[in-house]
């Protein structure tokens, strides 16, 4: 979207006025508001705290595979290679 077109077309229509506004007398106050969170809520909000202090790596497979590439003994499955490859060409498709 471009900006400067938005604001020549708000410039046209007048849409940047200025209002004043007063607080309108003999309106009683309400008092302070409150904010309740349901129970499904605070459990959410719990729960994306952990998730969001959690790795997002597993150091136990980075140690596996790390040793396994030192020792030489990893390998990979060709046929399991070109099986993601084709998997992951056909979702861009």
């Known amino acids: ?3 400067d077109a938005y604001n020549q077309i708000a ?3 007048g ?3 200025n ?5 309108a007398k003999g ?7 409150q904010l309740s969170i349901s129970s499904a809520g605070y459990s959410h909000q719990v729960a994306k705290a952990a998730v969001s202090e959690a790795s997002d ?3 136990d497979k980075v140690a596996k595979l790390k040793a396994q590439i030192e020792a ?5 499955n060709p046929e399991d290679f070109a099986a993601k490859l ?8």
């Not at 309106?27 to 508001?33: I, L, T």
């Not at 084709?86 to 498709?93: P, R």
């Open 72 to 76: 030489g003994t990893y390998s990979v």
């Open 11 to 13: 410039q046209l229509y």
């Open 86 to 93: 084709l998997e992951k060409y056909n979702a861009v498709l």
């Open 1 to 3: 979207m471009r900006i």
């Open 19 to 23: 209002y004043n506004t007063q607080k």
């Open 15 to 17: 849409v940047q006025k």
């Open 57 to 59: 790596v597993r150091e």
């Open 27 to 33: 309106v009683a106050s309400m008092g302070s508001d």
